[in-house]
């Protein structure tokens, strides 16, 4: 999956693994924050499922916890 960053995750907005991982590394925590800076999965809702898995791939990675979040400047819905 993260094999291949430049892989297209979202072929409907064009985006990029390499560019979810980037949302993510800069503080996004969550799909809805992902799609809110990236727009992946606002199309037809496909890849949200590949997109969630990123996420939780990031999270277990870096060990981030939603719910001790820090703010980044990411506003909640
Ligand atoms: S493929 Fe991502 S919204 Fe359609």
């Known amino acids: 999956m ?3 960053p430049g892989r ?3 072929l409907c907005n064009h985006v990029t693994a390499k560019e979810i ?3 993510l590394r ?3 925590l969550t799909v809805a924050e992902v799609q809110d800076f990236t727009s992946a999965g606002t199309g037809c809702s496909r890849c949200v499922r590949e997109i969630d898995a ?3 791939n990031h999270l277990a990675t870096t060990k981030k916890d939603p719910q001790l979040r820090i703010d980044f400047g990411i ?3």
């Open 26 to 28: 800069a503080g996004a």
């Open 21 to 23: 991982i980037d949302v």
């Open 8 to 10: 297209l995750v979202c």
């Open 75 to 77: 506003k909640a819905d």
């Open 2 to 4: 993260a094999n291949n």
């Open 54 to 56: 990123i996420v939780q």
